[in-house]
C-alpha cells in the first residue's frame, strides 16, 4: 500500500517509523527542510519526499495527517477531493463547529476516515471495555483518570484538548457513547492564553466520571479507575507490565448499615504491545476491507465536543448539556 504521511514532527517520527515497519510504501509531504533532510538521511527515497502534497496525492492509496489540529481538516478536504481515504490525528478539529463540518465531508466522500484516539487500541483497554460490557464490575458508579506530568506545552492548543481528550474519548469508548453533560474547571497558570490544568467532569447518566490533565505533575500519570458495584480495576497506561488492578471491593446493607467488605486483589498481565503499531495496521486493514476503524470521524468528532462544552462551562461557569448529535 501507497500512504502519504503529512507532517513529520515529534509524532510524526513513529508514525513514519511504525508506517515503514508494516511495510507500506511511504511517500512525505514536510514544509520543514530539515525535517525533509532528515527523512532522507533516515533512508527514504529523495523522490518520496516533498514540500508540496499535491506532488504525491495521487500516486497513493490513503493520506496520514499528522500535523497541527487546525490543518486537519483542510489537508482531509483536499485528500477527500482525490478520494483518498485519511488516517488524521487527534483531535479531529480544532473546535466542534469544525469537527462537524469533517465528519459531514467524510459522509458524502465515503472515504474511510480514522482518527488516532490510540487508547482504543491499547490491549489494556480492550480488557477494560470486554469485563464492563459482561458486567464483571457490575453497575459502574464512577470513572475517574489522570493524564498529567511535568512537559513543554503544546503550542496549538490546552491541555484540556490536547490531553485530557485521550480520556474524554476513551471514557467514550468505555461507556459506549458520549456524556449528556459536562462541567470544567481549567486554568491558564502560565499566562500563555491556553489552559495548561483542567478538571472535566462527565456525567454517563448514573455513572459519573473525572478527567484531571496538567503539565505540572512531577511524575508521568496515566492512570484509570473505573468503580463498580462489585468491584473495582485500576488501569496504570504507563506501566509497562501488570497494568490492570482487580479489586474484588464492594459495599453492603446490613442492618440498616452500610459495610465495606474488601476482597481478593488480582493483577492482570496485559501482553506488551505497541499501540500505534496496532492503530496504523488497523488502518492499514480498513483501507483494504472497506471497513469502518475503532475510532471513527464521529468519535473524533464527539470527543472535541466534549472539550468545547468543557471549555464554555468553565468560560459560563456553568453545567453544560451536550446536543445529541
Known amino acids: 500500500m501507497k500512504i502519504l504521511q503529512v507532517g513529520t514532527g515529534r509524532w510524526g517520527t513513529n508514525h513514519m517509523r511504525v508506517l515503514r515497519n508494516l511495510g507500506v510504501d511511504l511517500y512525505i509531504a514536510e ?6 533532510q532528515r527523512c532522507i538521511q533516515e533512508g527514504l527515497p529523495e523522490d518520496h519526499v516533498t514540500a508540496d502534497l499535491n506532488q504525491f496525492i495521487d ?3 490513503a493520506i496520514d495527517i499528522v500535523t ?4 486537519h481538516l483542510p489537508i482531509a478536504l483536499t485528500a477527500m477531493a482525490h478520494h483518498k481515504d485519511i488516517f488524521t490525528e487527534k ?7 469544525k469537527a462537524a463540518e469533517f465528519v459531514t465531508a467524510v459522509n458524502q466522500s465515503q472515504v474511510i476516515c480514522q482518527v488516532g484516539h490510540i487508547f482504543r487500541y491499547d490491549p489494556a483497554t480492550i480488557y477494560m471495555k470486554e469485563a464492563i460490557t459482561a458486567g464483571e464490575l457490575g453497575t459502574i458508579r464512577s470513572i475517574s483518570g489522570s493524564f498529567s506530568g511535568f512537559k513543554r506545552p503544546r503550542n496549538d492548543g490546552g491541555v484540556t484538548i490536547s490531553d485530557a481528550i485521550h480520556f474524554v474519548d476513551l471514557f467514550n469508548f468505555l461507556m459506549a457513547g458520549p456524556p449528556q453533560q459536562v462541567m470544567a474547571q481549567c486554568h491558564d497558570l502560565l499566562g500563555r492564553g491556553m489552559d495548561d ?6 456525567s454517563y447518566g448514573d ?4 478527567i484531571e490533565a ?3 505533575s512531577p511524575e508521568k ?8 458495584e462489585k468491584a473495582t480495576m485500576a488501569c496504570n497506561f504507563a506501566a509497562s507490565q501488570d497494568k490492570i488492578t482487580i479489586f474484588n471491593n464492594q459495599h453492603v446493607q446490613e442492618q440498616g448499615t452500610w459495610k465495606g467488605i474488601s476482597g481478593e486483589v488480582l493483577q492482570k498481565e496485559i501482553l506488551p504491545s505497541e499501540p500505534l503499531l496496532l492503530e496504523l495496521r488497523d488502518f492499514i486493514d480498513c483501507v483494504q476491507n472497506r471497513s469502518q476503524p475503532r475510532a471513527t470521524a464521529q468519535a473524533g468528532a464527539e470527543a472535541v465536543q466534549v472539550v468545547d462544552a468543557a471549555l464554555k462551562s468553565y468560560q459560563e461557569q456553568k453545567t453544560v448539556t451536550l446536543e445529541k448529535a
Do not use: C, I, Q
Open 221 to 228: 500519570k496515566r492512570l484509570v479507575t473505573v468503580v463498580g
Open 197 to 202: 490544568m483542567s478538571w472535566v467532569w462527565l
Open 207 to 210: 455513572t459519573k466520571a473525572l
Open 91 to 97: 483531535p479531529l478539529a480544532e473546535n466542534a463547529l
Open 31 to 36: 514544509l520543514s527542510e530539515s525535517e525533509r
Open 68 to 71: 497541527p489540529a487546525h490543518t
Open 214 to 216: 496538567n503539565y505540572f
Open 59 to 61: 500516486k497513493v492509496d
